[in-house]
């Protein structure tokens, strides 16, 4: 039988730093929770919103799959590979920070706000070369039905990291369904809601709410209002 | 009360020098750096840790041999003195911040 846990959005950390306002769904920063950890694999789940003209100055990481979806506006990076880019609402990037990085991130508009998740999945691998990738995704190829927009293979839809994880994007109308099925046995599934509303299992999920799903190959989702949703299939062990 | 001795090992030096200086900021904790599984065996005839992180850039033999050494915790320390390194010190010492 599937077992599953819910995390409404309000329940989330939330960090304030005037510049940056960012809801940390497992513990980040200052916020620690130790029930609020991880789910499986993925071990950071931040909701990021950073003023006009700001960013986060250079900083490491290592050791990690760092993934991120803007949802509006556009975030400009660096990083110590010498990669430079900026990434738009429809754009996703990935980093394997593995031996070592160090990169910063910025809006890139002086005025509006950039929104977007950063979501860190553990490494299947340590001490990789690190690695940057980003890649535009047709946005038509979610209407109402789910687009792969991560997985653990170099040749597959979307990027790819090291790790057996599958990120789909949904964005679908009031009133359908759909099923997902899981990819390899022992993985679950973390669900966010981006906008609108949702019902999986039972439980209803509304904006920014998160859902997590295991010891079940597959699960419908149905669409109580316009939604749009980020499926996150990683190892429950790791 | 006294301090909480943090030992991290790790390969890339301006890496860790962020998280000594991240582990240094928290009042009552104490970190010490090192490069090698030697040099962490050595330090620990010195120092009594509480708590070991390994950071990137150890092979498994010197993994091992540091979790083999010691008797206080032994984690592996991920991200880079990111936003996960409190977290994970409070966790595997079950303190609250």
Known sequence: ?238 | MQNIEILIIGKHPDIMKTILRLINNKPGWNGTAVFTADEAIEKGNAIPFNIVLLGAGLNVTESKQIQEHYKVPVIQHYGGGSGLLYAEIYQALNIQP
């Open chain 1, 1 to 238: 039988m599937a077992q599953t846990i819910f995390h409404p959005a309000a329940s989330r950390g939330k960090a304030d730093l005037g510049w940056l306002k960012s809801y940390h769904t497992f513990s980040f920063g200052g916020y620690y929770n130790p029930e609020r950890m991880h789910f499986g694999a993925l071990r950071v789940l931040n909701d990021d919103t950073v003023d006009g003209g700001e960013g986060f100055g250079e900083h490491p990481h290592d050791n990690m799959e760092i993934i991120s979806i803007p949802l509006k506006g556009g975030l400009k990076h660096h990083d110590s590979m010498d990669n430079v880019a900026v990434i738009n609402n429809g754009d996703i990037q990935v980093m394997s920070a593995g031996t070592g990085i160090f990169h910063e991130e910025h809006n890139d508009d002086q005025t509006e706000a950039v929104q977007f998740l950063q979501i860190w999945v553990y490494p299947n691998v340590l001490n990789v070369e690190p690695r940057y990738d980003q890649l535009t995704l047709n946005k038509d190829d979610r209407h109402n039905k789910l687009q792969q927009i991560l997985s653990p293979n170099p040749d597959d839809d979307g990027v790819w990291i090291h790790q057996n994880a599958w990120f789909n994007l949904g964005g679908f109308d009031k009133g359908l369904s759909t099923e997902y099925q899981l990819k390899a046995n022992g993985n679950g599934v973390y669900v966010f809601v981006i906008n609108g509303s949702i019902r999986i299992n039972g439980q209803v999920l509304n904006t920014r709410d998160g859902f997590g799903i295991w010891d079940t190959d597959k699960f419908t989702i149905d669409i109580l209002e316009d939604a749009e949703f980020l499926l996150m299939e990683v190892p429950m062990s790791f």
